[in-house]
């Protein structure tokens, strides 16, 4: 059993199509964090949640935390080819950050 | 913009081999770990490094493994003896703070066991 299930696994949408993606767990975090890796490069932050109901956008990008701070999604509006990446959602749990299963988005112009 | 080095950029290598992959964080950071992603797959915790001791490590991270930071600013992962399935890209990442701190990763070491 994975901590944090990110689905879905792939995703493979035409350029102006709206797109959302979920981290899902069964534990309860006091923050989590969302990374994006293209390929052939280390993940980037793209936004850390805290408080549970959060929502913050970052340009085309809605990110949401759950009430119960147990799980978020990641909304893009208006996909562009440009947001073609691994998207990872992450949390610390101590002494390490853990990231989720990863959703592989496509964005096909 | 300070980043995080991380050298060689791929590294092929005879199983049975040791190998070392080297790694610069980023100055003022005090966390440091390192990370794998074999193709496709996701991004595996090997171990994270703090006040010159590690702080936690992965069942992945057995005996054969070793980190060490010698002189200040390197961050070294040794593998003793490669196998077959120590194939992956490595990260190394750090980051100022534990908790919500933000981590950076370097671009990676991508290792191949022949």
Not at chain 2, 2 to 19: C, K, L
Not at chain 2, 45 to 63: A, G, H, Q, R, T
Not at chain 2, 74 to 82: A, V, W
Request: glycine share 8%; net charge negative.
């Amino acid at each position: 059993t994975q901590l944090l299930e990110q689905s879905p696994q792939f995703l493979s949408i035409q350029e102006g199509e709206n797109l959302t993606v979920y981290c899902n767990s069964s534990s309860v975090f006091s923050s989590l964090q969302w990374y994006r890796q293209e390929p052939g490069e280390g993940p980037v932050l793209l936004v850390t949640v805290v408080t549970g109901g959060e929502v913050k956008k970052l340009k085309r990008l809605t990110f949401q935390f759950g009430d119960a701070r147990k799980d978020s999604s990641l909304h893009i509006t208006a996909a562009q080819p440009g947001d073609t990446g691994l998207y990872l959602c992450a949390v610390n749990t101590g002494n390490q950050f853990y990231f989720g299963t990863g959703t592989s988005l496509t964005v096909i112009p | 913009e300070p980043e995080v080095t991380q050298t060689p950029s791929h590294q092929v290598t005879q199983m049975g081999q040791e190998v070392i992959l080297r790694c610069v964080p980023i100055s003022n950071h005090l966390y440091f770990y390192w990370y794998r992603q074999i193709l496709g797959q996701k991004v595996e915790f090997l171990v994270s490094f703090y006040n010159n001791e590690i702080s936690e490590k992965s069942e992945i991270f057995d005996d054969q493994f070793s980190v060490e930071r010698p002189d200040g600013s390197n961050f070294t992962l040794k593998i003793r003896s490669t196998k077959l399935e120590d194939s992956a890209m490595y990260f190394c990442a750090s980051s100022v703070e534990t908790g919500t701190g933000e981590l950076f990763f370097g671009e990676g070491s991508r290792l191949t066991v022949l």
